[in-house]
C-alpha cells in the first residue's frame, strides 16, 4: 500500500521561505515519478513542480520558476519543495502525488496522493 505523508507547511511572512517533505512509503520509491500539486481556495489543483524518477529531470509551473526547487531522496523515500521569495498567491494546500512513471506532469498520470500540507503567505 502507498501512502504519502506531508509535512513542513505552515504561516510564513511574504519573502519567506519554507521547505516542504513528503515521505513515501513504497519499496520501489525509485521507479515513481513524483510531484507536488497545489490547490487554493476555489480553484482547480495545478502542478507546482515535477521530478523524474532519477531525479534528474525536472519541471516547474512558470509562477513559480526560480523561486521553488524540487529534490529527491531514493535512499531515504523522501521528497522536497524549497520554496523561497513566498507570495501571497503561493497560498494553497500543497500536495505530494506519485505515478508509476518515468516522468509526469498530468494531474490525471498521478495514482497516489497525500493528504495536503497548508501553506500560508501573509502580505
Known sequence: QV????????LVQAGGSL?????ASMRT??????????????????????????????????SV??????SRDNDKNMVYLQM?????????????????RIFATNQREFGYWGQGTQVTVSS
Open 3 to 10: 501512502q504519502l505523508v506531508e509535512s513542513g507547511g505552515g
Open 84 to 100: 523561497n521569495s513566498l507570495k501571497p498567491e503561493d497560498t494553497a494546500i500543497y500536495f505530494c502525488a506519485a505515478a508509476l
Open 65 to 70: 520558476k526560480g523561486r521553488f526547487t524540487m
Open 19 to 23: 521547505r516542504l517533505s513528503c515521505a
Open 29 to 62: 520509491f525509485s521507479t515513481y515519478a513524483m510531484a507536488w500539486f497545489r490547490q487554493a481556495p476555489g480553484k482547480e489543483r495545478e502542478l507546482v513542480a515535477a521530478i523524474s524518477r532519477g531525479g534528474g529531470s525536472t519541471a516547474y509551473a512558470d
